[in-house]
């Protein structure tokens, strides 16, 4: 399974950014898939993540400005991320599980700034 992460980039606070993540598998196959971010110092966290039946699930610093969504037909996992600020700037993976193996896209570089 190849994971294939794009849509990082620069943005003024306040903007906006969609991130992607393409799957080479069917997403079906995945219990759940999610996008984590990491800067420089800290630890992975967990950014938002869906599962196979559809539940989602938001780190409380971004509940109300991302918005994470399936695209089945084209096996890509979206991250509509609103409102950004500083604290939002990081290194986002792609993830996905499925049966207890954990798979990873490579990180795509969000930075917020003015």
């Known amino acids: 399974v190849q994971l294939q992460a794009s849509g990082g980039g620069w943005v003024q606070p306040g903007g906006s950014l969609r991130l992607s993540c393409a799957s080479s598998?069917?997403?079906?196959?995945?219990?759940?898939m999610g996008w984590y971010r990491q800067d420089p110092g800290s630890q992975r966290e967990l950014v938002a993540s869906v599962t196979s039946d559809s539940r989602k699930n938001y780190a409380d610093s971004v509940k109300g400005r991302f918005t994470i969504s399936r695209d089945i037909a084209k096996n890509t996992v979206h991250l509509q991320m609103n409102s950004l600020g500083p604290e939002d700037t990081a290194v986002y993976y792609c993830?996905?599980?499925?049966?207890?193996?954990?798979?990873w896209g490579q990180g795509t570089l969000v930075t917020v700034s003015s």
């Open positions: 598998g069917n997403i079906f196959s995945f219990n759940r």
């Open positions: 993830n996905a599980d499925r049966g207890g193996t954990r798979f």
